[in-house]
């Protein structure tokens, strides 16, 4: 008797491991039917709203641009801009407008470096020269600010070579435009330096 409650025991023992295998592997079933499960849901709400989304964006761009014409013709500062625009214009040359020096200290710890500037925009001719002068006049004080605020955040890497100036000019080039004609066509075509000096 004893013994075959020793044979029982192992036996018992084994039956337990093998029942308590098959509930692990039928609970890892049931995980994995359940994160695939999860994942077929999100894949259709997903597709459902990427749906939603590209015929709200194609159905509301009639009405947008229409809201956006109306908005063009209330904000005076892109009636101004307008006004200044050229038909037809007598040469196909850009016209110069020259800013004043702006000085500021270059971002370089434990050396006092400074950078005097001198730039010239290159507008385009679409631009009526007069009206465009004006206009840019009393812009002049934003120009000075923002060019002397990037000047301060460059140091003397970033200054050196003819690749740094070209980078310097096309970023000088985009801002200007970007703070001038916000919503329009720009009308800087280049910046030219009358004066870089680092001392």
């Known amino acids: 008797m004893a013994d075959d409650k020793e044979k029982k025991e192992p036996e018992a023992k084994e039956e337990q491991k093998k029942k308590a295998e098959s509930r692990k592997s039928s609970g890892f079933r049931l995980f994995t039917w359940l994160i695939l499960g999860a994942v077929v849901i999100a894949g259709f709400a997903g597709g459902f709203a990427l749906a939603q989304l590209l015929a709200d964006s194609d159905s509301a761009s009639p009405r947008q641009g229409e809201a956006e014409g109306n908005q063009d013709n209330m904000n005076p500062e892109n009636n101004a801009v307008n006004d200044m625009l050229v038909d037809k214009p007598k040469d196909e040359k850009l016209w110069p407008f020259d800013l004043?020096?702006?000085?500021?200290?270059?971002?370089?710890?434990?050396?006092?470096?400074?950078?005097?500037?001198?730039?010239?925009?290159?507008?385009?001719?679409?631009?009526?020269?007069?009206?465009?002068?004006?206009?840019?006049?009393?812009?002049?004080?934003?120009?000075?600010?923002?060019?002397?605020?990037?000047?301060?955040?460059?140091?003397?890497?970033?200054?050196?070579?003819?690749?740094?100036?070209g980078r310097i000019k096309r970023e000088l080039r985009d801002s200007f435009n970007e703070l001038l004609f916000p919503e329009g066509k720009p009308f800087v075509h280049n910046i030219l330096f009358k004066e870089f000096a680092i001392q």
């Open 100 to 165: 004043e020096p702006v000085i500021a200290n270059l971002d370089e710890p434990g050396v006092t470096r400074y950078a005097r500037v001198t730039i010239t925009l290159q507008l385009s001719p679409q631009m009526d020269q007069e009206k465009g002068v004006l206009f840019l006049e009393g812009k002049k004080p934003i120009l000075r600010d923002w060019l002397t605020t990037y000047i301060a955040g460059l140091n003397l890497e970033r200054v050196r070579g003819t690749r740094n100036l």
